[in-house]
């Protein structure tokens, strides 16, 4: 029997290797370890709970004002223990977070082979987004199993020289989370309160955008707002003081802007299948939205992304406040955008990725 261990610690990485974990666990020859290491607490905990998945270990590393440099450190000496004792056939991480960063590391030093889930994603820009690019560029350099989510993440890692053999197009884990959470019979107060309106969905947290970035964001969805009366607009905000404190300056007296506490995945997914656009900055959205036919505006001025620019289901359009406004306007209007965007394929996969990674390792190990 081999030993696989899933190592994650925010929230987006536990959305989608928690499918992962479920299709390994149903693999008899394979025994299934996970360690979290609470890079997010509260926001991971509310991800493992939905899907129903228990940690084998928890490095509990969260701490306030905590900075890249102590995450780093807390994640690679506590991972040393973890992986010294357990001593797995194979490490798995996911992504571009400083967990997956250091984890990787910890079982590069150790000798363990790292399989890299959703590999070969980039900008090509080292500080944007940042520090998520070098971390997905850098584990990369040393992983024996590159889970590419689309052909043009395979072709990124064989043009820098990964061999053949070890990279594998599966499709993204994501899109096998939301077979799980997203549900017909769902209720919301929130979703109640915007029922009569078309509703947009508003997710910003981006490091590169904090501050002056974000104000624009937020003064040109402002703008947009005030002209249509028909839009109402949902904001889970982010718990970064930054980010609550910008979005108060900007948004909190107006009656068709809702800002709300951060949602646990299962809510947040059905809030997304019941928007009428998608605003965001984050990435796993980018890949989520079109499997359920929603129009996606990036409010960034790069995205690792480029297949679903490339398919017309997001549109990039950064930051500044004119861009912001023009995009969002152009979609609230023209039907044949909106009409184009939101039937446009699904280039991120079918839900089935967690079943092809299992697969291949079952081949390989």
Same mark, same amino acid.
């Given at each position: =029997?081999?030993?696989?261990?899933?190592?994650?610690?925010?929230?987006?990485?536990?959305?989608?290797?928690?499918?992962?974990?479920?299709?390994?666990?149903?693999?008899?020859?394979? &025994?299934?370890? @996970?360690?979290?290491?609470?890079?997010?607490?509260?926001?991971?905990?509310?991800?493992?709970?939905?899907?129903? @998945?228990?940690?084998?270990?928890?490095?509990?590393?969260?701490?306030?004002?905590?900075?890249?440099?102590?995450?780093?450190?807390?994640?690679?000496?506590?991972?040393?223990?973890?992986?010294?004792?357990?001593?797995?056939?194979?490490? +798995?991480?996911?992504?571009?977070?400083?967990?997956?960063?250091?984890?990787?590391?910890?079982?590069?030093? /150790?000798?363990?082979?790292?399989?890299?889930?959703?590999?070969?994603?980039?900008?090509?820009?080292?500080?944007?987004?940042?520090?998520?690019?070098?971390?997905?560029?850098?584990?990369?350099?040393?992983?024996?199993?590159?889970?590419?989510?689309?052909?043009? #993440?395979?072709?990124?890692?064989?043009? %820098? $020289?990964?061999?053949?053999?070890?990279?594998?197009?599966?499709?993204?884990?994501?899109?096998?989370?939301?077979?799980?959470?997203?549900?017909?019979?769902?209720? !919301?107060? %929130?979703?109640?309160? *915007?029922?009569?309106?078309?509703?947009?969905?508003?997710? *910003?947290?981006?490091?590169?955008?904090?501050?002056?970035?974000?104000?624009?964001?937020?003064?040109?969805?402002?703008? @947009? @707002?005030?002209?249509?009366?028909?839009? &109402?607009?949902?904001?889970?905000? !982010?718990?970064?003081?930054?980010?609550?404190?910008?979005? %108060?300056?900007?948004?909190?007296?107006?009656?068709?802007?809702?800002?709300?506490?951060?949602?646990?995945? +299962?809510?947040?997914?059905?809030?997304? *299948?019941? #928007?009428?656009?998608? /605003?965001?900055?984050?990435? $796993?959205?980018?890949?989520?939205?079109?499997?359920?036919?929603?129009?996606? +505006?990036? /409010?960034?001025?790069?995205?690792?992304?480029? %297949?679903?620019?490339?398919?017309?289901?997001?549109?990039?359009?950064?930051?500044?406040?004119?861009?912001?406004?023009?995009?969002?306007?152009?979609?609230?209007?023209?039907? *044949?955008?909106?009409?184009? =965007?939101?039937?446009?394929?699904?280039?991120?996969?079918?839900?089935?990725?967690?079943?092809?990674?299992?697969?291949?390792?079952?081949?390989?190990?």
């Amino acid at each position: =029997m081999k030993k696989i261990i899933l190592v994650f610690g925010t929230r987006p990485e536990a959305i989608k290797m928690c499918p992962l974990v479920l299709e390994l666990r149903q693999r008899e020859r394979f &025994k299934t370890i @996970v360690c979290v290491t609470g890079q997010h607490r509260e926001m991971l905990d509310s991800v493992l709970h939905a899907f129903g @998945v228990v940690p084998d270990h928890d490095l509990s590393i969260m701490d306030s004002g905590q900075t890249l440099f102590d995450i780093t450190q807390k994640v690679m000496l506590g991972m040393r223990g973890v992986l010294e004792t357990e001593k797995p056939d194979v490490i +798995l991480v996911h992504g571009d977070t400083t967990t997956t960063f250091a984890a990787a590391v910890a079982g590069f030093y /150790l000798g363990i082979p790292v399989g890299h889930v959703e590999a070969g994603l980039r900008t090509y820009n080292v500080r944007s987004p940042f520090p998520e690019e070098f971390n997905r560029q850098a584990v990369d350099i040393f992983t024996d199993f590159n889970f590419a989510p689309t052909e043009t #993440s395979r072709e990124n890692l064989l043009r %820098e $020289g990964k061999r053949h053999e070890t990279v594998f197009v599966t499709g993204n884990t994501g899109i096998d989370a939301l077979k799980t959470t997203v549900r017909d019979d769902f209720k !919301h107060p %929130e979703l109640e309160w *915007a029922a009569d309106s078309r509703l947009v969905m508003l997710t *910003a947290h981006r490091r590169e955008n904090l501050g002056e970035p974000m104000s624009r964001i937020f003064r040109a969805i402002r703008r @947009v @707002v005030d002209e249509f009366p028909d839009i &109402k607009v949902i904001y889970p905000v !982010h718990r970064n003081p930054i980010v609550v404190n910008t979005a %108060e300056n900007e948004f909190g007296d107006h009656r068709r802007i809702r800002l709300i506490p951060p949602l646990d995945v +299962l809510p947040f997914h059905n809030f997304l *299948a019941r #928007s009428y656009i998608i /605003l965001t900055d984050s990435g $796993g959205i980018q890949e989520e939205a079109p499997s359920l036919g929603k129009p996606v +505006l990036v /409010l960034r001025d790069t995205t690792e992304r480029p %297949e679903g620019v490339a398919a017309g289901t997001l549109k990039l359009v950064g930051t500044g406040e004119d861009d912001v406004y023009d995009g969002f306007r152009q979609l609230i209007t023209d039907d *044949a955008l909106y009409e184009a =965007m939101s039937k446009a394929s699904n280039p991120y996969g079918d839900g089935f990725a967690s079943k092809r990674i299992a697969d291949i390792l079952e081949e390989h190990l």
